[in-house]
């Protein structure tokens, strides 16, 4: 299964609402993780089976979607959440999309 | 507390062999799954290898079959990566990972470690 992110790089600023998706190639059946990486430091799990927050993760961010179609909602903006991110999907295998990076506007 | 230390990176010449350590604590390391996940510089994410917790299966992408070999030692908490006739687009930053309280999906990351396939 390919995964497709988009944007590839998103402009933000301090306190918008900030939407990433992640498209499949195929089915996901809802098996759809999102991590955060920030320069230079090992990946953070931010949410796994398309909307379960992991523990200790700010309920700022959130996750929806199904079959092929996932988004990681960001409510409001933390100069902290400047990163990137990537979707997972362990339906079939696994594989990571390619990030999207959010910089400061 | 998980915490995941991988070693024996480093630079390497093309054709060449290099074994990756990671040693586990904090868990019960005979009872998860293992796996490396590498990102090359300035690059993605790209799954590697896994290993069942008895060790008896294991699982690699398509680009490492035949040349890497995903093992672990569960006496000594510890995951091993052998990596036979490397390649220039095999360096990157490797990473073990393992899911322990969101199996199957990683929760726990090592700091990394770096391998440079190059002459």
């Known amino acids: 299964i390919q995964l497709t992110q988009s944007p590839s790089l998103l402009s933000a600023s301090v306190g918008d609402r900030v939407t990433l998706s992640c498209k499949g190639s195929q089915n996901i059946n809802n098996y759809l993780a999102w991590y955060q990486q920030k320069l230079g430091e090992a990946p953070k799990l931010l949410i796994y089976?398309?909307?379960s927050l992991q523990t200790g993760i700010p309920s700022r961010f959130s996750g929806s979607g199904s079959g092929t179609d996932y988004t990681l909602t960001i409510s409001s903006l933390h100069s902290e959440d400047l990163a990137t991110y990537y979707c997972?999907?362990?339906?079939?295998?696994?594989?990571f999309g390619g990030g999207t990076k959010l910089e400061l506007k | 507390e998980v915490q995941l230390v991988e070693s024996g990176g480093g630079l390497v010449q093309p054709g060449r062999s290099l074994k990756l350590s990671c040693a586990a604590s904090?868990?019960?390391?005979?009872?998860?799954?293992m796996h490396w996940i590498r990102q090359a510089p300035t690059k993605g994410l790209e799954w590697v290898a896994s290993i069942s917790p008895s060790g008896g299966s294991t699982y690699y992408r398509d680009s490492v079959k035949g040349r890497f070999t995903i093992s672990r030692d569960n006496a000594k908490s510890t995951l091993y990566l052998q990596m036979d006739s490397l390649r220039s687009e095999d360096t990157a930053t490797y990473y073990c990972a393992t899911a322990v309280t969101t199996v199957p999906v990683f929760d726990y990351w090592g700091q990394g470690v770096m391998v440079t396939v190059s002459s």
């Open positions: 904090g868990f019960t390391f005979s009872n998860y799954g």
């Open positions: 089976k398309t909307n």
């Open positions: 997972y999907q362990y339906n079939n295998g696994w594989t």
